[in-house]
Every structure is written in structure tokens, then in C-alpha cells.
Nanobody
Framework: QVQLVESGGGLVQPGGSLRLSCAASESILRTIYTIKAMGWYRQAPGKERELVAR???????VYADSVKGRFTISRDDTENTVYLQMNNLKPQDTDVYYC?????????WGQGTQVTVSS
């Protein structure tokens, strides 16, 4: 089955931390052959999806300005998994977070995981 499995979302107080993970199935790897990039977007109701962070095959990373210094993206190619460590969370980080994996011509998306930052 072609899928990305996300986990790690939930409810946390402001200043707290969460770690999201996203694992790509073997079926995805057979389809795209080589992972070019993995990352995370987030989207609130009625708003456009925005990039949070991504890591490319050369392990270079890109972050949204709003999360720099607080979030860290990493990938484990042995497990075909991408992680997003989120520290010092703020209420404005509340969103549904979607992971993705891209090959040369195809992108797959996860089902989304809710992150809620509230006291």
C-alpha cells in the first residue's frame, strides 16, 4: 500500500514540545525510486498550505521564518522517515501538519496530524 504514516501530533501547552514523524512505505520507494525531498507543510481551515520545513537529498534544510530556531527537521534514510522536532511551541503553531515525500516527478502526502497549542 502506498502511504505515508504520520504520528506525534496532539495537544500541548505553550512553550512545550512535540515530535512529529512520517514514515514512507516501501511501495512509495518503489514508485519514486529516489527520495529528492521530505518535509512538512501546515494548514489552518480557510488558509493556504504553507511550508514549515523540508530536507533535500543532500540534507540541506529550509525553514519557514516563523519556526526558525524552534523547529528542527531531520531524516533517517535507513527507516525512510522524516522527523520534525518542535520546541517552544506557540498558539499560532496550531494547525494540521502534513508530511510529504517527493521523487523526481511525484509527490506523496500524508493524511495530516493535528497539532494544538493551548493552555
Amino acid at each position: 500500500q502506498v502511504q505515508l504514516v504520520e504520528s506525534g501530533g496532539g495537544l500541548v501547552q505553550p512553550g512545550g514540545s512535540l515530535r512529529l514523524s512520517c514514515a514512507a512505505s516501501e511501495s512509495i520507494l518503489r514508485t519514486i525510486y529516489t527520495i529528492k525531498a521530505m518535509g512538512w507543510y501546515r494548514q489552518a481551515p480557510g488558509k493556504e498550505r504553507e511550508l514549515v520545513a523540508r530536507v533535500r537529498s543532500g540534507f540541506d534544510t529550509v525553514y519557514a521564518d516563523s519556526v526558525k530556531g524552534r523547529f528542527t527537521i531531520s531524516r533517517d534514510d535507513t527507516e525512510n522517515t522524516v522527523y520534525l522536532q518542535m520546541n517552544n511551541l506557540k498558539p499560532q503553531d496550531t494547525d494540521v501538519y502534513y508530511c510529504y515525500v517527493s521523487g523526481a516527478a511525484t509527490t506523496y502526502w500524508g493524511q495530516g496530524t493535528q497539532v494544538t497549542v493551548s493552555s
